[in-house]
T-cell receptor
Framework: SAVISQKPSRDICQRGTSLTIQCQVD?????MFWYRQQPGQSLTLIAT?????????ESGFVIDKFPISRPNLTFSTLTVSNMSPEDSSIYLC???????????FGSGTRLTVV | QKEVEQDPGPLSVPEGAIVSLNCTYS??????FMWYRQYSRKGPELLMY????GNKEDGRFTAQVDKSSKYISLFIRDSQPSDSATYLC????????????FGTGTRLTVIP
């Protein structure tokens, strides 16, 4: 299965600032996915990033708050903009597994907004 | 009502015990069922994948799906301290990440 490198692994940020999270995959993939994992809550899909087109956002998530780039088939970034303490969470990058069996995840970015 | 319900635990068992982890769901259209294991400060990793009903075994792990009861289980035999992690169930009616619903996870600790 694909190997995903995600960075930073963690960060503490001031409210009102922005943080860009990078996701690098060791193979070319059509779609990359960004998730949020909040304490005590289930993994929630933020958006799907397709190369060469705008990202598709899930209900409750907007491009102004979570802009995504997908410059090529192995890389994507997620920016968390104008952060507030409510954005404190783990953010995960993911790609489809082999033969569409499940999904492979990066190690995540643990974000704390103070 | 949530699509997927999972007891968050925590669950502590002695080494060698049989562990049973469970999820219930409300959508009868779900037919793809997964279990993920997530170690602390790591992303989830796919442990078991089952399509439709029945059992699937992989080493010490057995996944069961009971669609009539809308209930899935993961059994871990001869549990080891290295099994200490959070276990997430996930399921969907059709393929696609936007169709996938996760449980909140059960935190398991296996005590040596």
């Amino acid at each position: 299965s694909a190997v995903i490198s995600q960075k930073p692994s963690r960060d503490i940020c001031q409210r009102g600032t922005s943080l860009t999270i990078q996701c690098q995959v060791d193979s070319q993939v059509t779609m990359m996915f960004w998730y949020r994992q909040q304490p005590g809550q289930s993994l929630t899909l933020i958006a799907t990033a397709n190369q060469g087109s705008e990202a598709t956002y899930e209900s409750g998530f907007v491009i102004d708050k979570f802009p995504i780039s997908r410059p090529n088939l192995t890389f994507s970034t997620l920016t968390v903009s104008n952060m507030s303490p409510e954005d404190s969470s783990i953010y995960l990058c993911s790609v489809e597994g082999q033969r569409n069996y499940g999904y492979t995840f990066g190690s995540g970015t643990r974000l704390t907004v103070v | 009502q949530k699509e997927v319900e999972q007891d968050p635990g925590p669950l502590s068992v002695p080494e060698g015990a049989i562990v049973s982890l469970n999820c219930t769901y409300s959508n009868s259209a779900f037919q793809y069922f997964m279990w993920y294991r997530q170690y602390s400060r790591k992303g989830p990793e796919l442990l078991m994948y089952t399509y439709s009903s029945g059992n699937k075994e992989d080493g010490r792990f057995t996944a069961q799906v009971d669609k009539s009861s809308k209930y899935i289980s993961l059994f871990i035999r001869d549990s080891q301290p290295s099994d200490s992690a959070t276990y997430l169930c996930a399921m969907s009616a059709k393929t696609g990440a936007n169709n996938l619903f996760f449980g909140t996870g059960t935190r398991l600790t296996v005590i040596p």
